[in-house]
Nanobody, 134 residues
Framework: QVQLVESGGGLVQPGGSLRLSCVAT?????????AGWFRQFLKKPREGIAC????????RYADSVKDRFTISKDNSKNTIYLEMTGLEPDDTAVYYC??????????????????????????WGKGTPVTVSS
């Protein structure tokens, strides 16, 4: 059973940076995974903002975070990161890590972004809140 645990959220001033971490356990060597970071604004649907292929490291980003956020992985630590820079009050949300598992190689694409991507993920963390405020 895959488990995902996020950390690194908190309060940051506008223009600041944060790095979120997601530790994944229970990953099977014979399977293929894509991992994504999602966020949920108050009273809004959860949406995918960044995704990464855990095998080849390919990534995709939503336009709202492209050039400000970077998703990366450290396979030796089973950890997926989201480096967030240039944070704005509109980035205030709960951030979730999620994983999609497949028995065949996966490709990351726009299907892992936006609100529809929620339905394609198999495992979820409990989320970590990020507040951007002065």
């Amino acid at each position: 059973q895959v488990q995902l645990v996020e950390s690194g959220g908190g309060l940051v001033q506008p223009g600041g940076s944060l790095r979120l971490s997601c530790v994944a356990t229970g990953l099977a060597d014979e399977d293929y995974y894509a991992a994504g970071w999602f966020r949920q604004f108050l009273k809004k649907p959860r949406e995918g903002i960044a995704c990464i292929n855990l095998s080849d490291g390919s990534t995709r980003y939503a336009d709202s975070v492209k050039d400000r956020f970077t998703i990366s992985k450290d396979n030796s630590k089973n950890t997926i990161y989201l480096e967030m820079t240039g944070l704005e009050p509109d980035d205030t949300a709960v951030y979730y890590c999620a994983a999609d598992v497949s028995h065949r190689p996966v490709r990351v694409g726009e299907w892992y972004l936006g609100t529809r991507a929620v339905h394609g993920m198999d495992y979820w963390g409990k989320g970590t809140p990020v507040t951007v405020s002065s």
